[in-house]
C-alpha cells in the first residue's frame, strides 16, 4: 500500500506479515510500535528539493517492541530509535539520543551521526552504525567490534535494499565505494548475547544441549 502526506502517531503499528506501507512523505512517533512482520517504508517525495539525509523523516521512539518485520526510513529520526526492539530490522540515516535503548533483539542499520547515550540498557540483537563517534556510546552492556566479512556482505546487501526501497542517495554513494567506505561500520554488541550465541553454535558443533550451554553461559 503507498499512501502520501504525513502520517501521525504509531504508523503501521503491529503491522503483520504480508503487508508493506510506503509511505511518500514524513511520520510522527512509534513508527511500527510493534511491528510483528510487515515492511515500512518511508521517503520524501522525489521531487523533494533538499537532502533526504540532513532532515527529520520521522519521530521518536520508533520500532518501540517490535517482533518482526523491517523499516526503511530514508533520512533521520528523533530520540530512542529502535527501543525495546526484539527481532525487527531498522534502517535508517542519522538517530537522535538513546538509540537501542533496552533493545534485546533484532538488528539496526544507522547510516549517518548518532546522538549520546547510544546502546544504554542493550541487552540483545546487533547494531551497525557508519562513522560511529565511539564517545557517545554507553558502554555498560556492551562492546564495539569491527564487522566480520560475512556481516559486511549482509550490511551490504541491506544497504542495497535500503536505495531500491527508498532511493537513498546515501546509499547509492556508499555502494560506489563500498570496499573503501564499509570499514566505517562498526557493530554494536551486547556482551552478554555474545557470549551466549557463542556457547550455542559451540554446542551444537560438539553435539552437547543446547540450553545448558545457554545457562552455563548466562551463569558466566
Given amino acids: 500500500m503507498t499512501l502520501t502526506g504525513s502520517a501521525g502517531q504509531s504508523l503501521g503499528a503491529f503491522l503483520p506479515p504480508g503487508v508493506t506501507l510506503d509511505l511518500i512523505g514524513d511520520a510522527n512517533d512509534y513508527v511500527g510500535k510493534g511491528l510483528s512482520g510487515g515492511r515500512i517504508v518511508v521517503r520524501p517525495h522525489e521531487d523533494s528539493l533538499f537532502a533526504a539525509e540532513g532532515q527529520v523523516i520521522a519521530g521518536n521512539t520508533i520500532a518501540y517492541g517490535a517482533t518482526g518485520g523491517e523499516i526503511f526510513l530514508r533520512g533521520q529520526v528523533g530520540e530512542r530509535f529502535g527501543v525495546r526492539n526484539s527481532g525487527a530490522l531498522i534502517v535508517c540515516e542519522g538517530v537522535g539520543d ?121 551463569r558466566g
Fill in 98 to 218: 538513546h538509540a537501542f535503548e533496552y533493545m534485546t533483539g533484532g538488528r539496526a542499520v544507522v547510516l549517518g551521526t548518532s546522538g549520546r547515550n547510544l546502546a544504554a540498557g542493550m541487552s540483545g540483537g546487533e547494531a551497525y552504525v557508519l562513522d560511529l563517534d565511539t564517545r557517545k556510546v554507553n558502554r555498560g552492556m556492551v562492546e564495539l567490534e569491527q564487522p566480520t566479512v560475512d556481516e559486511l556482505a549482509w550490511l551490504r546487501d541491506i544497504v542495497v535494499r535500503h536505495a531500491d526501497l527508498t532511493g537513498s542517495a546515501v546509499a547509492t554513494s556508499l555502494l560506489g565505494d563500498w570496499s573503501r567506505r564499509s570499514s566505517a561500520f562498526t557493530k554494536v554488541m551486547p556482551r552478554d548475547y555474545k557470549r551466549v550465541l557463542e556457547a550455542t553454535k559451540a554446542a551444537r558443533a560438539e553435539g552437547r544441549d543446547v540450553d545448558e550451554a545457554i545457562m552455563e553461559a548466562a
